[in-house]
């Protein structure tokens, strides 16, 4: 019996001796943080993103079928064209957790071949582009085995697999905006996968842009894992989470109605509050820079005196995502070419938008 038996395989008759499987899919941008969980993988509350449109991993699994089923899993990993054995721990362990839900695991040798679109050790998590990309490949070799899998089902347990293996890589699967974990006011939510956003959304939304400004790429100093963990016994956790399902409820108001005033500040309160979060745990710790504030400040600045509704939010890093309408788009990289730029490292920034998600190529 699993955990969630409505994901287990269904009986498999025949298995597909080999081939080859080429899928994309995005990084996404949380406008409602996710921060603490509880096993395995499951979000102590609800988060919003956008999907991302550029950035993101292609992967390309190879599988042969092995002359016996193995009691280990067989797979080879190479990122950018060259073997990674220090990711394969990550992948060992995402295996072992989907097993159950993916029993043709152990009757195949895997060769998996990943690239990602946005610069290595960006400061960009990479982790749910990845997860993502490998979730919705073996999701296609699943489909491969069972055709008669629905095309609801299909994406819901991509979203499902991608969960167990980088919580927020579940939000990539699908886009524009898509909502993980349960909440009173999303229906259909659930804390086991991530759904698309089940009203219509404002127009005012429509190709909203997300520049990424990289301000730091070093490795981060605390990884969201143990970030997550530091959440349990955190003096404000609690109150934390129930602001998160208050700004939940609010975000689902604004992204109807399209007010922009009221999206800037729930999703600027939502980044700082992500950060405070970190200043506040024991250890504490702080990831963002001196340039982070600055480019904070150079926005609100440009935000009073042009009147804009460029706003910025904040992952578990120093970079800062400047989200604004496709309508101001000349203006606000006029601004980050002239102003930002500089706060950037080695001048370096990426131009994306929100988009669909994963994709079979
Ligand atoms: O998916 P993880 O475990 O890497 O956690 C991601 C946490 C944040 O990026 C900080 C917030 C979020 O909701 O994406």
Request: with cysteine.
């Amino acid at each position: 019996m699993t955990d969630y038996p409505e994901f287990a395989s269904s009986v498999i008759s025949e298995l597909p001796e080999k081939g080859v499987i080429s899928c994309s899919s995005p990084s996404n941008i949380a406008l409602i943080k996710y921060w603490g969980k509880r096993p395995i993988q499951l979000p102590e509350n609800a988060s919003i993103s956008f999907t991302l449109d550029s950035c993101k991993t292609t992967t390309d699994l190879s599988y042969r079928k092995r002359d016996v089923e193995g009691d280990d899993f067989d797979f080879e990993l190479f990122f950018e064209g060259k073997p990674k054995p220090d990711f394969k721990p990550k992948i060992e362990s995402f295996f072992e957790r989907i097993y159950q839900y993916l029993p043709f695991l152990k009757n195949y040798a895997f060769t998996i071949h990943t690239t990602n679109t946005f610069p290595h050790s960006s400061g960009i998590a990479s982790s749910a582009s990845g997860m993502s990309a490998l979730a919705y490949c073996l999701m296609q070799l699943e489909k491969r085995i069972n055709p008669d899998i629905s095309e609801a089902e299909f994406i819901q347990k991509s979203s499902f697999l991608a969960r167990l293996g980088s919580g927020s890589a579940c939000r990539s699967i699908e886009g524009p905006v898509t909502v993980w974990g349960e909440h009173s006011d999303i229906v259909g939510s659930s804390d086991a996968f991530a759904i698309p956003f089940p009203s219509p959304i404002h127009p005012n939304f429509e190709n909203y842009q997300d520049t990424i400004l990289l301000i730091d790429k070093g490795e981060k100093q605390v990884s969201s894992t143990v970030g997550h963990n530091l959440m349990h016994g955190h003096p404000f956790a609690s109150k934390r989470f129930e602001q998160a399902s208050g700004n939940i409820s609010l975000l689902k108001e604004i992204l109807t109605s399209g007010d922009l005033d009221a999206f800037i500040e729930v999703v600027e309160s939502e980044a700082l509050t992500l950060h405070a979060m970190m200043m506040t745990s024991l250890p504490y710790f702080i990831l963002m820079k001196p340039n982070t504030l600055s480019v904070i400040q150079e926005i609100w600045e440009y935000r009073n005196t042009t009147g804009s509704k460029i706003c910025f939010t904040l992952d578990a890093g120093a970079n800062v995502h400047i989200l604004y309408p496709d309508s101001e788009k000349k203006q606000v990289l006029e601004f980050i070419t002239n102003k930002l730029v500089a706060y950037c490292q080695n001048g370096q920034y990426i131009c994306d938008k929100i988009g669909l998600g994963a994709k079979l190529l």
